[in-house]
């Protein structure tokens, strides 16, 4: 429907005379004429009783006045809300992330993302790599936080953090009295390991810090989140090498140590669907980036 013939119907609903709504549209008197003759043959309906003495409305213009009101309100809401969007300041944002995150400002991330933009509606849904990896490509989330691992062709990444891994230890082991860790001194322990179904990048990236070093686990225990890794070393099941952001659960009962020497990092990302830039994660992002910043200068400080 015409919504400039719905507001040219409302100005004479409202002043009831062809003169002095023609006035307040700022148009002359013939124009909202015919366009009221437009409408009424549109909705197959008289909307007006007219006379030399009087403009009223008919039963069926009764009906229509209310709704057209509503019509044009929705209208501008509906407008104000894509303007929004289109500038990164409303919407809806779908984010995953992995348990990790958590140690790596997420929490902090989401509120300062709300303060700043309090129309946005931000879902969180807790998913593993290889599941939000499945997620965001299929449409069904915007982005994700995730540990590296290989993607398919239609998302692209950024580097969220780049981080050491460190030696988890029950605070009963022999080696919690080192200052830092030689991976050779682990020969022989119970691993308890990131799953390679849960985020087989993770699992080889660990394992291969062990065998780059000669090490073969005694044996190795497979759970799928990395806090699940920490709290079964805190009770003394084995030991693990996480990423450093893991020290910050401050878990009772685990230390963690530095390694010896140089090795590969681990590395999070986060993703999206290749597309037009979007402004929301664009914005989620630098909230990201800006309270691992924060984290940085805090362990830089201690």
Avoid at 83 to 95: D, E, F, K, S, T
Avoid at 194 to 220: I, K, N, T
Avoid at 247 to 253: F, I, V, W
Avoid at 259 to 279: E, F, Q
Wanted: proline share 6%.
């Amino acid at each position: 429907m015409d919504l400039r013939l719905l507001r040219y119907f409302i100005a004479l609903a409202e002043e009831v005379h062809f003169g002095r709504a023609a006035q307040r549209l700022a148009i002359s008197q013939p124009p909202l004429s015919v366009a009221i003759r437009q409408l009424e043959q549109a909705l197959n309906a008289q909307l007006f009783m007219r006379s030399s003495k009087e403009v009223r409305l008919t039963p069926a213009g009764e009906h229509l006045l209310p709704r057209a009101r509503q019509l044009l309100e929705d209208s501008r809401q509906l407008a104000a809300q894509v303007h929004n969007v289109a500038i990164g300041q409303g919407g809806h944002l779908r984010v995953g992330f992995v348990a990790s995150s958590i140690y790596r400002g997420l929490p902090q991330a989401i509120l300062r993302f709300q303060a700043s933009l309090p129309k946005v509606q931000l879902d969180i849904t807790e998913l593993n790599t290889s599941e939000q990896v499945t997620a965001v490509s299929a449409g069904r989330l915007d982005m994700g936080l995730i540990h590296a691992s290989p993607l398919p062709s239609n998302l692209q990444s950024c580097v969220l953090e780049k981080e050491s891994f460190v030696c988890c230890l029950p605070v009963t082991h022999s080696l919690s009295q080192h200052p830092s860790i030689d991976l050779a001194n682990l020969a022989g322990e119970q691993l308890i390991l990131f799953s390679r179904q849960a985020s087989p990048a993770y699992h080889e990236q660990v394992l291969g810090l062990l065998r780059g070093s000669g090490v073969e686990p005694a044996h190795v225990h497979e759970v799928r989140h990395w806090l699940t890794v920490v709290a079964l070393v805190s009770r003394g099941i084995g030991v693990a090498l996480v990423p450093h952001a893991m020290s910050r659960t401050r878990l009772p009962g685990t230390v963690f140590r530095p390694l010896v020497g140089r090795h590969p990092l681990s590395t999070s990302l986060a993703i999206w669907r290749k597309g037009p830039p979007n402004a929301l994660i664009a914005s989620f992002t630098h909230a990201l980036q800006a309270e691992l910043g924060h984290l940085s200068e805090s362990a830089d400080g201690q």
